[in-house]
């Protein structure tokens, strides 16, 4: 009987390997599902604040590209995956996080989105990021970000802009890493 569990084991694990990119010992599934569409990992890396890893992203599209200005600019859908490897990040420290990378990716204009930021940060009020916290922000074209914490849907912030300036924290102009941001473009 333990053969039999042993062997079962050893596919599962195969399977997860075939299927996914290991990045700091973070498995990145090679592809996520968006709806009915299934998208395709297109880069990956590990975000870091001073020494320590925070968190290892992903960035997941139809069709895998290196153009950040077509991926910014196309009302197309992605997947932003997020999985922290860091212990103990305070809801303040994270809205912060936000807050700054918003105003990084617009360039200081943050006023056309103001309340679609708000919204988005409210979902993480109260909450201290813990090690192995998946968040996930889907975007699909007509509908909008729909944020994933743990696999549990929060909510859905529409409005183009605002998934312009999701995007762009990590792939924009003024990137949160400027070789994340290669990573996550494949280059």
Request: aromatic share 12%; no cysteine; hydrophobic share 40%.
């Amino acid at each position: 009987m333990r053969s039999i569990f042993a062997s079962i084991f050893i596919m599962i694990f195969a399977f997860i390997a075939l299927n996914s990119k290991e990045i700091k010992g973070i498995n990145m599934p090679d592809n996520l599902k968006s709806g009915n569409e299934s998208l395709t990992l297109n880069g990956a890396g590990v975000i870091k604040k001073m020494f320590f890893k925070v968190y290892v992203i992903g960035l997941y599209l139809e069709k895998t590209s290196t153009d950040e200005t077509a991926l910014l600019n196309q009302d197309k859908p992605y997947i932003i995956r997020m999985h922290f490897v860091r212990d103990g990040i305070s809801a303040d420290k994270i809205i912060e996080a936000w807050n700054t990378g918003f105003s990084k990716a617009t360039g200081n204009k943050t006023d056309n989105i103001k309340n679609e930021i708000k919204q988005f940060n409210a979902y993480f009020e109260g909450n201290e990021v813990k090690e192995n916290d998946v968040f996930q922000f889907d975007y699909k074209p007509g509908i909008g970000v729909r944020v994933y914490i743990n696999g549990k849907q929060k909510g859905i912030i529409g409005g183009f802009n605002f998934r312009k300036a999701l995007l762009g924290i990590w792939i924009g102009a003024d990137p949160r890493d400027s070789g994340v941001k290669d990573e996550m473009l494949g280059k």
